[in-house]
C-alpha cells in the first residue's frame, strides 16, 4: 500500500489541473473557429470559380451555336518564287 501511495504521490505534480484543462479547452474552442471560417471562406471560393467557369463555358457553346456548324478556314499557302538557275 506504501508503495502505491508512494508512485501517486510521484505522479501528481504532473497531473493535469482543472485550470490546465479549461486554458486547453479555449484554445480548441479558438482553433476550431479560426479553421470554420478558413473552411466556410474556401468552399465559396471554390463555388465561385466553379460557377465562373461554367458560365464561361456555356457562353461558349452558345455563341457557337448561334453561328451555326461552319467550315474551317482554308489552309494558308505561302508561295515561293523559284530560285534562278545556277551557271556552271
Given at each position: 500500500m506504501e508503495s502505491r501511495l508512494a508512485t501517486l504521490e510521484g505522479i501528481t505534480p504532473?497531473?493535469?489541473?482543472?485550470s490546465d484543462v479549461e486554458?486547453?479547452?479555449?484554445d480548441l474552442h479558438k482553433v476550431s473557429?479560426?479553421?470554420?471560417?478558413?473552411?466556410i471562406a474556401t468552399a465559396v471560393l471554390v463555388l465561385v470559380g466553379l460557377f465562373t467557369?461554367?458560365?464561361?463555358?456555356?457562353?461558349t457553346v452558345r455563341s457557337h451555336s448561334e453561328r451555326g456548324v461552319s467550315s474551317p478556314p482554308p489552309?494558308?499557302?505561302i508561295q515561293v518564287p523559284a530560285a534562278p538557275a545556277l551557271r556552271p
Open positions: 504532473t497531473l493535469a489541473t482543472k486554458a486547453v479547452r479555449a473557429s479560426e479553421m470554420k471560417g478558413w473552411f467557369i461554367a458560365n464561361i463555358m456555356v457562353g489552309p494558308i499557302v
